[in-house]
């Protein structure tokens, strides 16, 4: 417990407290001109250790000198006006305050009642972890409460995840910027790694892995018009994502492709990919300039002249033609696994896609191929054999 002591030497601060830091938990020091001082102290200390013991988190109040409770909209709001305001990406806007809206809830305009919320925005920071509810299959706690009632609402476990973690983002900020003291709104983690869906609790990834039969149905079948086979081949050869190659992109207009950022020359296209700032011409095969160069003479617009939507119908015409269910992000995946199937390297398929990360290349998109296992178990045969021939 805190105590007072008094110090030998003359000083203009002669009564000390010794405490042990919250926070920090070191034991630290104190001095004070009267003992008067020294006992209010003293005895506020010895209430947050009386706090800290039984876990009433009332602590934070005394330590800090708090004059009111934070809660979820005093955060969000801070968030917005402080972080949110910064980013130059509408769309990143906008997801974050999606992520915010599915605490709180959505507020219908017509009613002015918000609807789906999970927390009110008044809750206090503090007690969010230690919320009890009874949700029909169990009694929840804490972040619990949240995964089970989005997941109720249909969203799927993965998703769940993600928005957990973006939201450990704002909570993280508000760690560290604010506060009376500018020491944080919050001084701990309202949201740690371990709230997620762990891995045994999430469902199997689902990554279409293309066979051989399906392969060449897609590159030979007769019956799709030219124009389809054509765009086939645009997105397999340049592993592009559906929108990144796109005439009308509304979400994000800086992203649109026209004939400008096509390189005939040099045979390069330059597009602004996912989550870069800039754009970055890349080289592609010949195939490629080929269609491009044929669809210009013919007077098109742009390469690819219209939106997602309209990408999404001629994927769907392609599915019926060739009795095959694919998507246009399938097309990407298909050029990363023909690359990890013939070079043998996930490194390879994740460069063909313009990918820097190979554990998420293997799971999401070039699972280790039938090719890779069989030159792997080749060597080691090949391997064993030399060595028993020496014998």
């Not at 509408?90 to 017509?110: A, R």
């Not at 296209?269 to 700032?277: F, V």
């Not at 998507?327 to 460069?351: P, V």
Request: with cysteine; glycine share 4%.
């Amino acid at each position: 417990m805190a105590s007072i002591f008094k110090r030998k030497s003359k000083s203009k601060k002669p009564f000390g407290v010794s405490y042990k830091d919250p926070v920090s938990l070191k034991w630290k020091k104190c001095y004070f001109k009267n003992l008067n001082q020294a006992k209010l102290f003293e005895s506020k200390h010895e209430t947050i250790e009386i706090c800290l013991k039984s876990n009433d988190p009332s602590w934070k109040t005394l330590y800090y000198e708090i004059d009111k409770v934070v809660t979820i909209r005093d955060i969000f709001d801070a968030y917005i006006q402080n972080e949110l305001q910064n980013k130059s990406s509408h769309l990143t806007i906008k997801k974050y305050k999606m992520v915010m809206q599915s605490v709180i809830g959505k507020l219908n305009k017509q009613t002015g009642i918000r609807e789906d919320i999970i927390f009110a925005e008044d809750t206090n920071i503090d007690t969010i972890r230690g919320i009890t509810r009874e949700m029909g299959n169990g009694r929840k706690m804490g972040w619990d409460i949240y995964k089970t009632q989005r997941e109720m609402l249909g969203r799927t476990r993965r998703g769940i995840n993600s928005y957990l973690k973006e939201l450990r983002v704002i909570f993280n900020w508000a760690k560290n910027h604010g506060g009376m003291h500018g020491k944080g709104m919050v001084n701990f983690e309202v949201i740690t790694t371990n709230d997620s869906y762990n891995n045994s609790q999430l469902p199997a990834l689902n990554c279409k892995e293309w066979t051989d039969a399906e392969i060449n149905n897609l590159m030979t079948n007769p019956n799709l018009p030219e124009y389809l086979r054509d765009l086939i081949d645009i997105y397999v050869y340049t592993g592009a994502r559906a929108t990144e190659l796109l005439r009308y992109n509304y979400l994000d207009r800086k992203k649109e492709l026209h004939w400008h950022h096509v390189d005939f020359d040099n045979q390069r296209i330059t597009t602004l990919t996912k989550s870069k700032k800039s754009s970055k011409p890349v080289k592609q095969h010949k195939r490629v300039m080929d269609i491009l160069a044929k669809w210009k003479l013919k007077g098109f617009e742009a390469p690819l002249p219209f939106s997602y939507d309209t990408l999404l119908k001629y994927v769907a015409t392609m599915n019926e033609i060739l009795g095959i269910e694919f998507t246009a992000h399938d097309l990407r995946r298909l050029k990363s696994q023909m690359s990890e199937a013939e070079l043998n390297d996930i490194a390879y398929a994740a460069a063909a896609i313009g990918d820097t990360s190979t554990g998420m290349v293997s799971k999401h998109y070039a699972p280790q191929s039938d090719a890779t296992m069989d030159k792997i178990n080749n060597a080691v045969s090949d391997r064993l054999n030399r060595i028993a021939e020496m014998n």
